[in-house]
């Protein structure tokens, strides 16, 4: 790509181009990384070069540079894959130098990512799990066309976490999720409780794909199918059911044991598109889940997010959120505050 000029608001110029990530440019991601973070970025492995061009060189991470003329590196933004699993594409490590920031270079970089997005092969959808702290990478989202259909909630520790921008009263950050398809048209049938129908016929029919949502609960057998890892450092546990069985409980009850410190919490990724998806949720319901919204056209499967907040309240309001993501904001507080707490 050329170079193109750029300017502030004071009338600033400075000549960019965006191109691929090179191996000698991992020093220069890094100082990113370091100009917005410090040493407290969450994803720890990013101050690893070995680890970052390796994630390259395998295509789990594709990572694109902000360059000036000068060839200093002034922006980055890398896609996320997790084949064979995942067939959807993730945006993520959006930064810009913050000397740089109002120059509008991520305005421009957008429109260059979403042209390399559509090169690549095998992609369903297209997501970002984005921070609320402000809302400029929702509205760029949005721009490209992105919907907001739920929050990951509280994965972060707050004072684990340096950035420039104001920090809220909660005491873990809260991401939210918007998608958009790619070459996913049809989400099948979605085993989804009733309770949910009308905020999911929602958020599907936003998406403009076909879907079927049946609400008859049948019951649980065999063995769950699942996978979970958890953050020691940032205190949550990531778990995935792909088939609820009768053991259900007993495995969920026994990493709440497990993992039970202070700051301790759960989200669940429910395969809606498991017949035995709505007594699933029922059962999760009563161990103190409750429902966060879609984490949808990612895979093969439909996916359901739950949230068990353990000991770590939430104050949704201190959110800083578009004026779409606060209607999906209110139906989720809801379900919060009508949780069932157990102690």
């Not at 220069?28 to 994630?55: A, C, M, T, W």
């Not at 063995?223 to 969920?252: P, R």
């Not at 309240?313 to 919060?336: H, Q, W």
Request: proline share 2%; glycine share 4%.
């Amino acid at each position: 790509m050329d170079f193109i000029e750029l300017k502030n608001s004071e009338g600033k110029s400075i000549n960019v181009r965006f191109r691929q990530f090179k191996s000698n440019d991992v020093a220069s991601f890094i100082d990113l990384i370091r100009d917005e973070y410090g040493d407290k970025y969450h994803k720890r492995d990013l101050y690893d070069p070995n680890y970052i061009i390796h994630q390259q060189e395998s295509g789990k991470m594709i990572t694109y540079v902000a360059e000036k003329s000068d060839g200093e590196i002034i922006g980055c933004l890398s896609l996320t894959r997790n084949l064979p699993r995942e067939t959807s594409c993730g945006i993520s490590s959006g930064i810009v130098l913050k000397k740089y920031r109002r120059y509008y270079i991520f305005q421009n970089f957008s429109k260059y990512i979403a042209a390399q997005i559509r090169k690549l092969p095998n992609v369903s959808a297209i997501y970002c799990r984005l921070v609320l702290y402000h809302d400029i990478t929702e509205k760029l989202m949005e721009r490209l066309g992105l919907k907001p259909t739920g929050f990951v909630p509280q994965l972060i520790i707050a004072q684990n976490f340096q950035h420039s921008f104001s920090i809220d009263e909660n005491l873990k950050h809260t991401l939210g999720f918007t998608i958009r398809k790619v070459s996913k048209h049809d989400a099948g049938k979605i085993y989804i409780a009733e309770e949910h129908r009308d905020f999911a016929q929602k958020i599907y029919k936003s998406l403009k794909v076909k879907f079927d949502l049946i609400h008859e609960s049948q019951p649980i057998d065999g063995q769950t199918i699942w996978n979970f890892s958890n953050d020691s450092i940032q205190q949550n546990c990531m778990i995935e059911i792909d088939s609820a069985g009768e053991d259900l409980i007993s495995k969920v009850e026994s990493l709440h044991s497990q993992f039970n410190s202070d700051l301790q919490t759960f989200n669940i990724f429910l395969n809606m598109s498991d017949s035995k998806s709505v007594t699933a949720y029922q059962i999760l319901k009563k161990l103190g889940y409750f429902f966060a919204g879609f984490k949808p056209l990612c895979s093969e499967r439909e996916v359901m997010i739950l949230h068990n907040p353990r000991k770590v309240s939430i104050n949704f309001d201190l959110l800083t959120l578009t004026e779409n993501f606060s209607k999906i904001r209110d139906y989720v507080k809801k379900c919060y505050e009508g949780r069932i707490i157990v102690e």
